[in-house]
């Protein structure tokens, strides 16, 4: 009886090793992170040479993150076109805030840092954050975690603090002023 039940364990075992493999393996999952996680990684790799640790991964600034790209998604990139203002993004930030289920309160210290690269080309999304003025605050050591957005020719940033004013955390759904919401910025938008 023991031989069975280590038979059909290790069966089991083995079924589950295949399903996770297949699901680390499949093109639709591996390809839609690769290029945030290599934008994320690349970051990190010039936050390390100013000795600032590395960003996380932070789920809510992503939804964020995807919330304003989406907004910005049908904005050209055409050097003619004026970049989108803050407050024609922040116009609509009550609403990300409340789809994403964050706290106002707790985005104040954050930073939200949108570029726009015609056909985002990984190594020109790189270097328009690195080599503009986004620059200090991705060297920036008050910054934890990183939430990544893209769409089109837009890139969308957002980066988080450990602070209870920086950490996107749920909560309560009061809204401030437009002014107290986040700090943006919008420079070198086009590469």
């Known amino acids: 009886m023991e031989s069975s039940f280590f038979g059909t364990s290790r069966l089991a075992i083995t079924f589950l090793l295949l399903h996770v493999f297949l699901l680390l393996l499949s093109p639709a999952s591996v390809y839609c992170d690769d290029e945030e996680n290599n934008l994320l ?19 809510k600034a992503e939804c964020v993150a995807d919330q304003i790209v989406d907004q910005l998604e049908h904005q050209s990139c055409a050097s003619n076109t004026l970049p989108p203002t803050q407050s024609q993004l922040m ?6 805030l409340k789809k994403c289920k964050i706290d106002v309160n707790t985005t104040k210290d954050g930073m939200i840092l949108p570029v726009c690269v015609p056909h985002r080309v990984a190594t020109l999304v790189l270097t328009n954050y690195t080599q503009s003025q986004n620059s200090k605050y991705l060297n920036d050591s008050r910054f934890t975690g990183a939430g990544i957005g893209k769409e089109d020719d837009w890139t969308v940033l957002v980066l988080t603090t450990s602070t209870p004013g920086g950490s996107f955390a749920s909560g309560a759904h009061r809204y401030l002023p437009s002014s107290l919401f986040l700090m943006m910025l919008f420079v070198g938008l086009i590469c």
């Not at 990684?41 to 789920?59: E, T, V, Y």
């Not at 116009?91 to 990300?96: A, Q």
Request: aromatic share 8%.
């Open 41 to 59: 990684q690349g970051i990190n790799s010039f936050r390390q040479s100013s000795r600032a640790p590395a960003l996380a991964k932070h789920d």
């Open 91 to 96: 116009s609509n930030y009550p609403n990300v």
